[in-house]
């Protein structure tokens, strides 16, 4: 008998997306649809624009004095959006 390389759905579906070159543009998805719930809903409320460009993560904010108090909080806010999407894809974050 042939011994088959199984792999499940998820492992296919991954394997997928990654030859095709769509794993990155969909985690980025995923980790920007994660700042919400992150963040919270004080710190969303003031969220004016949510992107990502060169593994930084932009996010424009209307308050001041919450830009200033984020900014001191980035690397924690980087380790928990990349644990929220399971992969690292941001490296910082640039509040504006």
């Known amino acids: 008998m042939f011994k088959r390389d199984v ?3 998820k492992d296919l579906i991954l394997r997928n997306l990654r030859v095709q070159g769509l794993e990155t543009p969909l985690l980025q ?7 919400p719930a992150v963040a919270g809903l004080q710190v969303q409320r003031y969220t004016l624009n949510v992107y990502i ?3 930084t993560l932009y996010v424009h ?15 924690e806010f980087v380790n928990r959006l990349n644990a929220a999407v399971g992969a690292q894809v ?3 974050i640039r509040f504006n």
């Not at 998805?29 to 700042?35: G, M, S, T, Y």
């Not at 904010?61 to 690397?75: C, E, F």
Request: hydrophobic share 45%.
């Open 53 to 55: 460009s060169n593994q």
């Open 7 to 9: 792999l499940s759905v």
């Open 29 to 35: 998805k995923r980790l920007i649809e994660a700042w």
């Open 61 to 75: 904010l209307s308050s001041p004095a919450l830009r200033a108090d984020l900014s001191m909080r980035r690397q």
């Open 90 to 92: 941001i490296a910082d």
